[in-house]
């Protein structure tokens, strides 16, 4: 029997995973990806933003045989250090313990990671190929390669990995209006350096944490790097009143902004002046769709379908769920692609809309409340009940970052459980005077125990 044919557009990261697990499941894959092989890319200062590979990515590798090897080019961070302004940092762990953690690695070290065991598996990647069309109807797409050469090539079975700015999903979008819903944040990001101390390569800072200095209504972090720098990304509003990129335009004048508002961090950052000066504000946004695919031809994976902002570390861990879920439904759906698509987008969906909610709750959650004593007073009272009643009690972030439950499952769960922290704080605002037995009891009497987590 010959083999089916997919064309995969996109090779970043979650369309080199996708094409890994489809060529090891006998599919015949193509990827078009518009940028250069990024196993041929020289390292870019300043422009490796890591990702945070939380247990979903994880689970996902593992599926694809690769979690071993993306472990050995990640750093373990096991929480948030907190920097507030003029006080001592501390650590809020994310997990229990060491079980409960999440890895930095950089994007091109997973990317090139990647490719290596998609290609490994007998996919074949075209670099240098960006899609400019797709006739649906014809079951054709056009390319453009990097000395302006226009080709088509058929495409039977179309997967749009290409990212937030999907130009697959444009071409779907001109075929059959896809309903897509584009919310932007207002805020940007501008990506900056630590770099390792200078004495063998040590880290400058504790190494295991993701650092955030919040600030109100806006926000730095920095995440480590196996070779002992940090990757330091400032999110601010991109415009209005004072601090805003609009007020930030150059080095020289946000030089004084970081000297005042982030005093400990400057100072670690030798190469401030140029790096931002030399680097691109981004912009974030979330995109929603009301439809992921044209019947069985073509459908979108990824950010090209779901895009969100990366204040929950969730965006790359999502689009890997993605694959794990598509790659399974088309080996089992025989030739019936359009069936496969749509179930795809039936199980994914509301828990792409979920963790889009989530992630922009957290930004909130980042950049305000983490210095807030409320927050802290609710953290702390959210540890206990986690230790009275484990099968009664999880935070969404852990649901979120180290389980396999739905993201729609953890957001209604933490919705709930919410409900009953403000309560129980209402009542006696100090966790330390909560009684175990009330909490638990009010606790029981309110939800039902958690699900299985495997
Ligand atoms: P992309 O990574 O955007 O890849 C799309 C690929 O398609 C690219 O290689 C691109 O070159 C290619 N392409 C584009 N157009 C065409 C075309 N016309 N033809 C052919 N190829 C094309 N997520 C996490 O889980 N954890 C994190 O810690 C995290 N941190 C983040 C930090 C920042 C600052 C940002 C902006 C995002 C972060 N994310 C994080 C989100 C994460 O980066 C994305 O969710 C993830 O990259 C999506 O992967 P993708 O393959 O769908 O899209």
């Not at 933003?49 to 994880?58: K, L, Q, S, T, Y």
């Not at 570390?313 to 890997?320: A, H, K, R, V, Y």
């Not at 089992?332 to 828990?351: E, L, M, S, V």
Request: hydrophobic content about 45%.
């Amino acid at each position: 029997m010959t083999r089916q044919s997919v064309v995969l557009i996109g090779g970043g990261l979650v369309g080199a995973l996708l094409a890994r697990l489809l060529a090891k499941r006998g599919f015949a894959v193509d990827v078009f990806e518009k940028r250069p092989d990024p196993r041929r890319i020289r390292f870019v200062r300043g422009r490796t933003i890591n990702m945070a590979i939380a247990e979903r990515g994880m689970q996902a590798l593992r599926i694809a045989g690769l979690a071993e090897h993306a472990l050995l080019k990640s750093v373990m961070m096991r929480g948030r250090m907190v920097h507030p302004l003029g006080g001592a940092a501390g650590l809020q762990r994310y997990g229990l313990d060491d079980s409960e953690v999440i890895w930095s690695i950089s994007r091109n070290g997973l990317n090139t990671l990647l490719v290596d065991a998609a290609v490994a598996a007998g996919a074949r990647f075209h670099f240098g190929q960006a899609l400019t069309a797709a006739d649906i109807d014809a079951q054709r797409i056009t390319l453009l390669d990097e000395n302006n050469v226009q080709r088509q090539h058929d495409a039977s079975l179309l997967i749009g990995a290409d990212g937030a700015g999907s130009a697959l999903r444009a071409a779907m979008h001109l075929y059959q209006p896809l309903g897509i819903g584009v919310e932007p944040l207002g805020h940007g990001y501008k990506e900056l350096e630590i770099p390792a101390a200078a004495r063998n390569n040590r880290f400058a800072i504790e190494p295991h944490a993701l650092h955030i200095w919040p600030r109100g209504g806006y926000m730095s972090i920095a995440t480590p790097n196996i070779a002992g720098s940090f990757n330091v990304t400032l999110f601010l509003p991109l415009q209005g009143p004072h601090p805003s990129f609009d007020t930030l335009p150059d080095a020289t004048t946000c030089s004084a902004f970081f000297r005042r508002d982030f005093p400990d961090l400057y100072p670690l950052m030798p190469r401030f002046a140029d790096d931002y000066d030399g680097h691109p504000v981004g912009t974030l946004t979330t995109l929603y769709l009301d439809r992921w695919h044209i019947d069985g031809r073509a459908v979108l994976v990824g950010d090209a379908a779901h895009a969100i902002a990366p204040f929950h570390g969730q965006g790359m861990n999502c689009g890997f769920e993605d694959t794990v879920v598509l790659a399974d439904l088309l080996a089992n759906c025989g030739r019936r692609t359009a069936d496969a698509f749509a179930q795809f987008q039936h199980i994914r969906k509301p828990n792409t809309d979920a963790i889009a909610a989530m992630t922009l709750e957290n930004y909130v959650e980042m950049r305000d409340s983490v210095a807030d004593p409320h927050y802290v007073a609710k953290l702390e009272l959210s540890s206990r009940l986690t230790q009275w009643a484990p099968d009664y009690f999880m935070s969404r972030y852990r649901m979120v970052t180290f389980t396999l439950l739905p993201y729609a499952y953890a957001y209604e769960r933490g919705r709930a459980q919410n409900q009953l922290l403000e309560h129980l704080l209402h009542d006696c605002p100090d966790p330390r005077r909560i009684s175990a037995d009330v909490a638990v009891a009010t606790l029981k009497a309110a939800l039902p125990p958690l699900p299985p987590l495997r």
